[in-house]
């Protein structure tokens, strides 16, 4: 040991402090910067912060995530903890989704990817492990066709959220327990349920 270490804590006071926090508890992850942090339910609100890419230190126990009105333009596997149940990513630069990003998120009930007008397309396997998830939202996107059995798996979903692309119609079958599918206008797409 250093010999000004050892004086150090021979000292009565040091010795005390060094064992108070010896004895504090691990910290609990931190709210991501610029963000506010709610604890129930675990809550993380970054909506309007001009980030580019979604906060890298989300605490794991976030159930709720609100990163609308951002510039986040890509979303990859591993960004979000298994534990969300609401994920808010409307109103970004989204433009790719790649390949497995939702497929951990077996929790997820709504997901709103809205008003992302640099949204062109989506991989089939896109909400692939999303088998809790009620409500999904794609308007307001730039999509002009849908992969056939996108849907595949959603066998909670009853709302889905359309309007405002470029749709022509819905390869694949629907979900059975689908309650609305909005579009825009409303009778534009043919579809076939599952």
């Not at 010999?3 to 021979?10: E, K, S, V």
């Not at 308007?139 to 022509?168: A, D, H, K, T, W």
């Amino acid at each position: 040991m250093l010999p000004g270490l050892r004086r150090l804590l021979q000292a009565p006071a040091s010795a005390c402090l060094l064992l108070m926090l010896l004895a504090l508890p691990l910290a609990a992850p931190s709210c991501p910067m610029l963000c506010t942090c709610y604890s129930s339910p675990p809550t993380v609100s970054c909506q309007a912060n001009n980030f580019s890419s979604v906060p890298l230190s989300l605490p794991p126990s976030t159930q709720r995530l609100f990163l609308q009105n951002n510039l986040i333009r890509t979303l990859r596997p591993g960004t979000f903890g298994s534990n969300l149940l609401t994920l808010w990513l409307f109103s970004n630069n989204l433009s790719t989704i790649y390949p497995g990003t939702f497929r951990h998120l077996q929790a997820l009930e709504e997901l709103d990817l809205g008003d992302n007008r640099h949204l062109r397309s989506l991989e089939p396997d896109t909400f692939q492990g999303l088998e809790r998830l009620q409500s999904l939202h794609l308007y307001r996107c730039q999509l002009s066709s849908l992969p056939g059995n996108i849907f595949r798996g959603l066998v909670s979903l009853q709302y889905l959220y359309l309007q405002e692309n470029s749709l022509l119609h819905l390869q694949g079958p629907l979900p059975k327990g689908l309650c609305s599918c909005f579009s825009h206008p409303p009778s534009s797409l043919p579809t076939s349920r599952g």
